[in-house]
C-alpha cells in the first residue's frame, strides 16, 4: 500500500470510534491551526512590503471602495427611477 493510502487509512481509523461531539471539536481544532497559519502567513507578507507598497495598496483599496459605493448608488438611483415609472404607470389604471 502507497504512502499516501496508509495515512489515509489511518486517518480514516481515527474517526470511527469518536462521537460527534469529538469529531467537532477535532474540526474546530484544524479550522483554527489553518487560521493561525493564515494569518501567520499575512503577517510575513505584509513585514515583506515597503512602506510605498503598503502606501500603494492602501490607495488602491481607497479607490475601489469609492467606485463600489458609487456603482451602489447608481444602482439604487437607478431602482428609484423605475419604481417611479412603474408607480406612474400603474396609476392611470
Same mark, same amino acid.
Given at each position: 500500500?502507497?504512502?499516501?493510502?496508509?495515512? %489515509?487509512? #489511518?486517518? &480514516?481509523? &481515527? %474517526?470511527?470510534?469518536?462521537?460527534?461531539?469529538?469529531? &467537532?471539536? !477535532?474540526?474546530? /481544532? *484544524?479550522?483554527?491551526?489553518? *487560521?493561525? =497559519?493564515?494569518?501567520? +502567513?499575512?503577517?510575513? !507578507? !505584509?513585514?515583506? /512590503?515597503? @512602506?510605498? +507598497?503598503? +502606501? *500603494?495598496?492602501?490607495?488602491? *483599496?481607497?479607490?475601489?471602495? #469609492?467606485?463600489?459605493?458609487?456603482?451602489?448608488? =447608481?444602482?439604487?438611483?437607478?431602482? @428609484?427611477?423605475? @419604481?417611479?415609472?412603474?408607480?406612474?404607470?400603474? %396609476?392611470?389604471?
Amino acid at each position: 500500500m502507497g504512502k499516501m493510502k496508509e495515512l %489515509f487509512m #489511518k486517518g &480514516q481509523e &481515527q %474517526f470511527i470510534d469518536m462521537s460527534d461531539a469529538e469529531y &467537532q471539536d !477535532w474540526l474546530n /481544532l *484544524q479550522e483554527s491551526a489553518t *487560521q493561525e =497559519d493564515k494569518e501567520s +502567513q499575512y503577517d510575513a !507578507w !505584509w513585514s515583506s /512590503l515597503t @512602506d510605498e +507598497q503598503k +502606501q *500603494q495598496l492602501y490607495e488602491e *483599496q481607497e479607490s475601489y471602495e #469609492k467606485e463600489r459605493m458609487e456603482r451602489e448608488m =447608481d444602482i439604487e438611483d437607478r431602482m @428609484d427611477i423605475e @419604481d417611479e415609472m412603474n408607480h406612474d404607470l400603474s %396609476f392611470g389604471k
